[in-house]
């Protein structure tokens, strides 16, 4: 599969695919084999695949360098319905950010007893 070098949209609606219907922006990961369709899970825990309905919408909720792939919607609802994804959500406005990594340890609290100092031999 080809991924777009973000270029913008020549209009504000995307053009028909080769089934007369509207073509989605996909947003894409890159995998070992090439790109691969991203999931998203729902607030109730449901897979879903996530589509835009141009690049412009795409980059304003994941940002100006996630990789998409454009897609009529029936070909994205047969790539994901066999690894689980039934749902298609379209245009979303929030996305969850990727958990924050701790790197600074969590200071001692005020109460908890010093350590034991080593007796001296």
Do not use: C, N
Request: proline share 15%; no cysteine.
């Amino acid at each position: 599969m080809h991924v777009s070098q973000h270029q913008p949209s020549s209009g504000p609606e995307p053009e028909p695919g080769a089934d007369g219907k509207r073509s989605l922006y996909v947003p894409v990961r890159r995998g070992p084999a090439g790109s691969v369709v991203r999931l998203w899970r729902t607030p109730f825990g449901t897979r879903t695949a996530v589509a835009f309905t141009s690049d412009r919408r795409l980059r304003s909720v994941l940002g100006p360098t996630q990789p998409w792939i454009r897609l009529s919607e029936s070909a994205l609802r047969r790539m994901v319905e066999p690894l689980g994804a039934l749902l298609l959500t379209v245009d979303p406005l929030l996305t969850a950010r990727p958990p924050v990594s701790w790197t600074t340890e969590a200071p001692a609290p005020e109460d908890a007893d010093p350590e034991p100092e080593a007796a001296a031999p």
